[in-house]
């Protein structure tokens, strides 16, 4: 049986790879700002997930024209990074060990953690900066006790922005992690 979710992800990829090597777009230095770094604190947490919305990816929601932001009644909160970084700052951790206690209330829950990144430097250095993002949040969780195989992780380096201002605190909402609540897969 072919993998539609696979094939779809390898085609954008090899989309984004081919036409990222034709850019002439050059990476942009970094930019001192004198902004807080944080974005705009979620105020509500749910214990549990109850809109379908928590389990679309940035991917599928930008394909029906939805914002990709993670909405506010979601159970699993975004991680920020800084600029070119994916080390896990104090706010990051503290939003994880959140995360992690719905992620043990809800054993059979399996969880897509995708990599964001703002839209400076190439398209294959954003990649592989999500993919790094990704995987510290993924290895972060793990070593809180979360089973790894309840996670997966993707890349869509700076494609799928939250936000498409030109401004550090846009490009700071976009340097980012999001957890995708998948659906159950049926057992065969």
Known sequence: MINYR?????????A???????????AQPEVPSTASANPPAETTKQPAASSSSTTTSSLDALKR?????????????????????????ADARDVLKTNWQWLKANPA??????????ERGTGEYNLALGSKRAQSVKDYLVTLGTDAG???????GS??????EHSEDCWQKNRRVKFVIQPAKPTA
Do not use: M, N
């Open 109 to 118: 829950a399996q969880i897509q953690i995708e990599g964001h990144c703002d």
């Open 16 to 26: 984004f790879v081919a036409l990222a090597g034709c850019s002439s777009k050059t």
């Open 159 to 164: 494609e799928l922005p939250v936000c498409k």
């Open 150 to 156: 309840r996670l997966s992780t993707i890349s869509y």
């Open 65 to 89: 024209g939805d914002s990709t932001a993670t909405p506010a009644s979601s159970p699993l909160q975004d991680v920020y990074f800084d600029f070119d970084s994916y080390d896990l700052r």
């Open 6 to 14: 696979g094939v779809v992800f390898c085609f954008v990829l090899s």
